[in-house]
């Protein structure tokens, strides 16, 4: 049985064929319409979420299985005192297949390790959120046409933004794929991931802090709004959440095929007049997340469909 953690907890071989699967998914969601019949997936989300819950719910729907769960804390038994091992080895009995949230890291790995069914960790605090990596990768992949001889830029919140830290790790692994970390000095991206994915693999990034100066040499932008629910106080926040404003006049600087990203949600760092824009791309995204998001399903549950 397996679980996913981590992005990298997929070869790259696998994440191909992961992929290609969603891919055969978006142009043919008929074939796979019942592939997950009678099965249920059980969503545990200990933390706040839109997209990644209804995107799994969406998921197992699409592929005509049943969904069940609990979308904050307070209406679990958590609210009692119940450990999250507890809760899994319980949801182990109801469900064939779950996701979970959860504000502290590692909880998701917790979970697994005492879990009879496939957990697939749906962002633990300000660790890693894999599932959103795969939905940017394959919106990459489908809208750049590959993942390798790539300029990145990763703009905002690039400290406590667990999409950045997955994403990172897993664009990593392809060729002369460079990283420019666009952030103010508080926000930037912490050092462990500098020296055990960048430094340790030779990898090129560099640092700025003023997006313009950046910008003509982007292949992709990919905005993150500043992590509030993870700032020790709200001063700080206040000081740094508009430091980054995408809009139009920046969007003019670019190159005419690179693309905007954003996991969402967005507060006010994309202007909402940039979404006219045909580079920008985050709603696309989130339509990525539901084929991915059905086509781990099934490889998790090791349905095939022919
Ligand atoms: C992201 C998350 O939860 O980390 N949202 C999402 O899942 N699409 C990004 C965010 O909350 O800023």
Redesign the pocket.
Known sequence: MRHLMSPLDFSVEELDQLLDLANDIEKHPEKYAHACDGKKLATLFY?P????RLSFEAAMMNLGGNIFGFSSAASSSAAKGESVSDTIRMVSCYADICAM?HPKEGAPMVASAVSSIPVIN??DGGHQ?PT?TL?DLLTIRSLKGRLDHLVIGLCG?LKF???VHSLVRALARYEHVTFVFISPEELKVPEYIKEDVLKAENIPYKEVERIEDVMPELDILYM??V?RERFFNEADYVRLKDFYILNNKKMNLAKDDMIVMH???RVNEISVEVDKDPRAAYFRQVQY?VYVRMALILTLLEVKVC
């Open positions: 933390e979420s839109t997209r990644t949230r749906a962002g959120h959103q939905t919140d933004g667990r999409t993150t709004r992590q996991p969402l949600p997340g």
